[in-house]
């Protein structure tokens, strides 16, 4: 019976160039993942913020001194 044995460290074989490919989109998508979920989040903080303005009594003089 023959083996082959592989070189691990081998930067040039497709498989490891795919892993490289896969782990830098990976990254990327994270990255783009995080940026919207804080961008959510601002929006629903200031969405809330909104809606305490519009309960309260005052609101309509506060839209107009915000405007």
Not at 1 to 25: A, G, H, Q, T, W
Not at 41 to 57: A, W
């Amino acid at each position: 019976m023959k083996f082959v044995e592989l070189d691990s460290n081998s930067n040039s074989s497709p498989y490891n160039k795919k892993k490289e490919d896969l782990e830098k989109r990976n990254e990327e998508i994270s990255m783009k993942y995080n940026e919207s979920n804080n961008l959510l989040k601002t929006v629903v903080t200031q969405f809330s913020e909104f809606l305490d303005v519009m309960r309260n009594e005052n609101a309509l003089v506060q839209l107009i001194d915000a405007a």
